[in-house]
Protein backbone atom coordinates (compact mmCIF):
# COMPACT_ATOMS: atom_id res chain seq x y z
CA UNK A 1 0.00 0.00 0.00
CA UNK A 2 1.18 3.48 -0.81
CA UNK A 3 2.15 5.64 1.67
CA UNK A 4 -0.63 9.04 2.02
CA UNK A 5 1.00 12.14 0.77
CA UNK A 6 0.53 15.31 2.41
CA UNK A 7 -1.40 18.11 0.82
CA UNK A 8 0.55 20.49 -0.60
CA UNK A 9 -0.44 23.88 -1.15
CA UNK A 10 1.29 23.57 -4.87
CA UNK A 11 -0.72 20.84 -6.21
CA UNK A 12 -4.25 21.81 -4.79
CA UNK A 13 -6.47 21.84 -7.82
CA UNK A 14 -10.05 20.28 -7.71
CA UNK A 15 -8.95 17.91 -10.51
CA UNK A 16 -5.77 17.10 -8.43
CA UNK A 17 -7.55 16.34 -5.63
CA UNK A 18 -10.78 14.44 -7.27
CA UNK A 19 -7.69 12.05 -8.79
CA UNK A 20 -5.71 11.94 -5.81
CA UNK A 21 -8.71 10.34 -4.06
CA UNK A 22 -9.82 8.05 -6.44
CA UNK A 23 -6.13 6.82 -6.31
CA UNK A 24 -6.17 6.81 -2.85
CA UNK A 25 -2.94 8.92 -2.88
CA UNK A 26 -4.52 11.29 -0.04
CA UNK A 27 -7.92 10.16 1.97
CA UNK A 28 -11.37 12.38 2.63
CA UNK A 29 -10.34 12.65 6.24
CA UNK A 30 -6.65 14.15 5.14
CA UNK A 31 -8.73 16.39 3.00
CA UNK A 32 -11.03 17.78 5.47
CA UNK A 33 -8.09 18.26 7.81
CA UNK A 34 -6.61 20.36 5.71
CA UNK A 35 -9.73 22.52 4.39
CA UNK A 36 -10.27 23.10 7.94
CA UNK A 37 -6.62 24.92 8.78
CA UNK A 38 -7.67 27.21 5.59
CA UNK A 39 -7.99 31.09 6.75
CA UNK A 40 -11.57 32.45 6.47
CA UNK A 41 -10.54 34.94 3.30
CA UNK A 42 -13.71 36.02 2.12
CA UNK A 43 -13.32 40.03 3.70
CA UNK A 44 -11.01 40.15 1.17
CA UNK A 45 -12.94 39.62 -1.85
CA UNK A 46 -14.58 42.50 -3.45
CA UNK A 47 -17.74 42.24 -5.69
CA UNK A 48 -17.85 43.65 -9.24
CA UNK A 49 -20.12 43.91 -12.41
CA UNK A 50 -19.76 43.01 -15.42
CA UNK A 51 -21.97 44.39 -18.26
CA UNK A 52 -22.34 42.77 -21.48
CA UNK A 53 -23.03 44.20 -24.73
CA UNK A 54 -25.74 41.98 -27.47
CA UNK A 55 -24.06 42.21 -30.89
CA UNK A 56 -26.46 42.38 -33.24
Excluded: C, H, W
Excluded at 4 to 13: A, S, V, W
Aim: no cysteine; glycine share 2%; charged share 50%.
Amino acid sequence: MKKKEPLDDKIIDKRVIEKKLRTGDITEEQLNEYLDKLPDVSDNAEEFVIELENEK
